[in-house]
């Protein structure tokens, strides 16, 4: 057998690696490069397709969310919308009883043609019951408005708080109705019932003294114990110093408050009041009970 040289042996090797890597850059030229390329512009193509489907949703929400707005709006003709509204204001200001009412409106602003906006005011007498009466009814119409900013000065007679109410109404030139206003059903609030809201309107929030303090405000849970293994909540009123030792499924009664109580833990109880239960632990008095979703 003839010996290779050394010079055929390199040559061997040489060509070994050269088709090795030239191999290499062979199938990387014609497969695994347009593979990825094909991976990325398909992954590309969901990319766009995802946001396409991103935008189209987002379409449909603002079409449908304009619906909304355009039965909300107030009426497409800027005089009838401004008289409609002004006296739809009077009328709830009267159904209130807030007293010494005025309300006013200003010129309607053209918002670069896409709507109108008209700026209304109210100044008024009453108390805070009738501002939260007042509060309800305004935000469960179906008129597209937004209350900008209220001025509450206590009189200091009678808990009666002097009054000036700002507020905005919107009109949409697409909207259909010229003659009257929404009767649009909404949802804006948490609780569908006036009386879910009766503690705020009994909280002493203007330092009211004498008269105007309400028993709620004095009512605090001051302990909780157990009484022959069973829990007790006591309540103390402190204008009185009245003690209320209250156990499971007894009657909460103080002022215009009235509940059972539910649940009682080492610092908190719960009582229902109506269809609402209320979280209060040691150390509060009634008009800082906490409202209780309903899956609690």
Known sequence: MMKMSRQTVLFGLLGVIVLYFGGEWLFNTVFEGPRRERADRGRELSRRIEQRERDLLAAMKASKRLETYEAQSLPSNTEIAISFY?????????????????????????????????????????????????????????????????????????????????????????????????????????????????????????????????????????????????????????????????????????????????DISDHDVVVGSDSERWLLTVGENLTQAVALPPEF
């Open 86 to 262: 002004r006296s739809w204001l009077t009328e709830l200001v009267e159904y209130v009883k807030l007293t010494n009412a005025y309300v006013d409106a200003g010129a309607p602003l053209n918002r670069r043609g896409i709507y109108q906006s008209i700026d209304f005011s109210i100044r008024a007498t009453g108390t805070l019951q009738q501002l939260l009466t007042f509060l309800f009814e305004f935000y469960h119409s179906g008129n597209l408005h937004q209350i900008q900013r209220i001025n509450i000065t206590p009189t200091g007679r009678n808990n009666q708080l002097d009054l000036d109410i700002a507020v905005q109404a919107l009109i949409l030139p697409t909207a259909t109705r010229t003659d009257r206003l929404s009767d649009v059903e909404v949802h804006r609030l948490a609780f569908d019932k006036l009386s879910d809201y009766t503690l705020i309107a009994e909280r002493n929030l203007f330092g009211f003294t004498g008269q105007g303090v309400h028993e709620t405000d004095q009512t605090f849970l001051t302990a909780v114990v157990h009484v022959n293994d069973k829990p007790q909540a006591w309540f103390t009123i402190r204008s009185t110093d009245e003690v209320k030792r209250l156990s499971l499924g007894d009657q909460l009664a103080v002022g215009s408050f009235h509940g059972t109580i539910q």
